[in-house]
C-alpha cells in the first residue's frame, strides 16, 4: 500500500512554461485535493474532488486547472508558471468528502525562475 | 471567517522536559479538529482527530485535549525523534469539500 504518490519530486520551470503535478492514491478513496504550502502561510487548498467526475474550487485556484482523471488520479496542472508559484505542491485523499481525516503525499517543490 | 492559530513558532526542549503546543481557532461551527506532524521534506501525517470540547486522545507521548476555543498537543517526556513540525487545522461545519484551514505550525526540536 503505497498510500498517496507524487509526481515529479522536485521541478525547476521558467516563467510562462507549463507543466502537470501528478498524484495517485491506492486507498480506494472517494475525494482528493490539491494544496500548496508556503512559509508563513500554511497549507491552502487549491482545487478538490469530492468524488470522481467533479471538480471545485477552493481558497488559491488563479493560475491552476485540474483534472480527475480516475477514481485514483488527480492532476494539477499549471498553464503559464508564474514566480508566485514557487511552492510546495501536496496531494491528499480521503474516503470521502464527508470523512474528515486526509491523508498526504510526500510533496512536489517546485521553483519557477 | 475561520481561523487557526498556533503557538509558539518554534519550541526547543531538552529530552525530558514535558511541554505543551496550543492551537487556537476561531470557525463557524466546529466539526473537526485535526493534529498532523510533518518531517523536512515530508507531507503531513496524520496524528489525531477531536470532535468536541472535553475530548482527549493519546498516542505515545502526545495526548491531545480540545476546549471550545482551543486545543493543546501536550508531549511527555520527548525524545529527538519527537522533533518535527507540528500542524493544527480545523474544518467547519459549512465549509464545502472538506476544505481544511491550516494553522502555520509549531516547529519542535528535542534535544539529547
Known amino acids: 500500500n503505497a498510500g498517496v504518490t507524487q509526481t515529479p519530486k522536485f521541478q525547476v520551470l521558467k516563467t510562462g512554461q507549463s507543466m502537470t503535478l501528478q498524484c495517485a492514491q491506492d486507498?480506494?478513496?472517494?475525494?482528493m485535493y490539491w494544496y500548496r504550502q508556503d512559509p508563513g502561510m500554511g497549507l491552502r487548498l487549491i482545487y478538490y474532488?469530492?468524488?470522481?467526475?467533479?471538480?471545485d474550487k477552493g481558497e488559491v485556484p488563479n493560475g491552476y486547472n485540474v483534472s480527475r482523471l480516475n477514481k485514483r488520479e488527480f492532476s494539477l496542472r499549471l498553464e503559464s508558471a508564474a514566480p508566485s508559484q514557487t511552492s510546495v505542491y501536496f496531494c491528499?485523499?480521503?474516503?470521502?468528502?464527508?470523512?474528515?481525516?486526509?491523508?498526504f503525499g510526500p510533496g512536489t517543490r517546485l521553483t519557477v525562475l | 471567517e475561520d481561523q487557526v492559530t498556533q503557538s509558539p513558532e518554534a519550541l526547543r526542549l531538552q529530552e525530558g522536559e514535558s511541554s505543551s503546543l496550543n492551537c487556537s481557532y476561531t470557525?463557524?461551527?466546529?466539526?473537526?479538529l485535526f493534529w498532523y506532524r510533518q518531517d523536512p521534506g515530508k507531507g503531513p501525517e496524520f496524528l489525531f482527530t477531536?470532535?468536541?470540547a472535553g475530548e482527549e486522545k493519546e498516542k505515545e507521548r502526545l495526548k491531545a485535549t480540545l476546549t471550545k476555543k482551543e486545543s493543546f498537543l501536550h508531549i511527555t517526556a520527548p525524545k529527538p525523534e519527537d522533533s518535527a513540525t507540528y500542524l493544527c487545522?480545523?474544518?467547519?461545519?459549512?465549509?464545502?469539500?472538506?476544505?481544511?484551514?491550516f494553522g502555520q505550525g509549531t516547529e519542535l526540536s528535542v534535544k539529547p
Open positions: 491528499a485523499s480521503s474516503p470521502s468528502y464527508n470523512t474528515d481525516t486526509q491523508y
Open positions: 486507498m480506494n478513496h472517494n475525494s
Open positions: 474532488s469530492a468524488s470522481e467526475g467533479t471538480t
Open positions: 470557525v463557524s461551527g466546529l466539526r473537526g
Open positions: 477531536l470532535y468536541s
Open positions: 487545522a480545523v474544518r467547519g461545519v459549512y465549509n464545502q469539500g472538506g476544505k481544511l484551514i
